[in-house]
């Protein structure tokens, strides 16, 4: 190991940058949004049984909330256009965006090259949770799913109703296609009411017990025609372990809403990137 400069502690000191000042991001209308909240119909619902994953569609200008409706319970969201599932949602490019957690008037951005803002955050019954002293936060976008591969990596077995294999068995079902044809699809997710975050001296990532309680609900509207996938986790509430059949775990409830057209107005979901793609030849 090589010793440290003469002007570490200098160097330590430094202040940092924000890698994207978000000044100049596309913001939501949050007051038509707030408006809109106002007048919503229910269009439908699905019921997301514990252990296992469910697909809803939601039409662009239409809402979707995601609620806790028996007992404790974490999400893991997946977003796909609804017209074209190689556009998805980008939990890395969010999570730069935004930070590592996410919470109303904050979007879930899309994948290359579309790129744009796939759905908004309208309301969060758990926005009053913010920080702890531990780092940790809800709505994460840092986590990746629980998945059978890394549980094969540490654990050994075959695990097959974590998040991972849950979303891929909802999206073959979804579209009438192979597991294998699937699964390619299945992505980084917002893992919705799990509360975590980075351990301060070794940087891991780190769960504790979510603090969604019955009632609690995450809202999003849809800036864009969305196909949607909710795992509910095989850890339940994430206070003792990430994946197994032991954790208590709960059904999550997703409803999708319709609001008054003329509150809407001439509304237009967000375009395409604008970038050229030229990549410089």
């Known amino acids: 190991m090589n010793p440290p400069p003469s002007d570490a502690e200098d160097r ?16 939501p209308d949050m007051a038509l949004l707030d408006r809109a909240r106002g007048t919503l119909t229910k269009t439908g619902e699905v019921v997301v049984p514990p252990r296992d994953a469910a697909t809803f569609t939601v039409p662009a200008g239409h ?13 893991d969201l ?18 730069a965006l935004h930070g590592t957690h996410i919470t109303r008037g904050q979007r ?13 955050i309208t309301h ?17 976008v840092i986590g990746t799913r629980c998945d059978p591969y890394t549980h094969n990596l540490l654990s050994g077995g075959q695990y097959h109703y974590c998040c991972h294999s849950n979303l891929t068995r909802a999206l073959a079902d979804h579209l009438g296609v192979p597991l294998a044809e699937a699964e390619p699809h299945v992505h ?15 940087g891991q990532y780190f769960m504790k ?6 009632g609690d609900s995450l809202e ?24 197994s059949d032991q954790a208590q775990c709960y059904p999550l409830l997703v409803e999708t809403f319709a609001p008054d057209a003329a509150v809407m107005g001439d509304w237009q979901g967000p375009p395409l990137n604008g970038y050229d793609r030229s990549h410089g030849v």
């Open 78 to 95: 997946n977003l796909w256009n609804a017209n074209d599932l190689s556009e998805r949602f980008y939990s890395g490019k969010t999570r």
């Open 108 to 120: 879930m951005w899309s994948s290359f090259s579309a790129m744009r803002a796939m759905a908004t």
């Open 12 to 27: 330590r000191a430094v202040a940092p940058v924000i890698c994207y000042p978000v000044e100049t991001l596309p913001a």
């Open 124 to 140: 969060d019954s758990l926005e009053w949770y913010g920080m702890d002293e531990f780092g940790g936060s809800v709505h994460d």
């Open 188 to 202: 980084d997710v917002l893992n919705v009411f799990m509360c975590t975050g980075f351990t301060r001296d070794t």
């Open 209 to 214: 017990a979510s603090p969604v309680r019955v």
């Open 220 to 243: 999003f509207f849809a800036e864009i025609d969305l196909l949607g996938a909710l795992s509910a986790c095989p850890g339940g509430d994430c206070s003792t372990v990430h994946s």
């Open 63 to 75: 809402f979707f909330r995601i609620s806790s409706v028996e007992g404790s319970q974490v999400g």
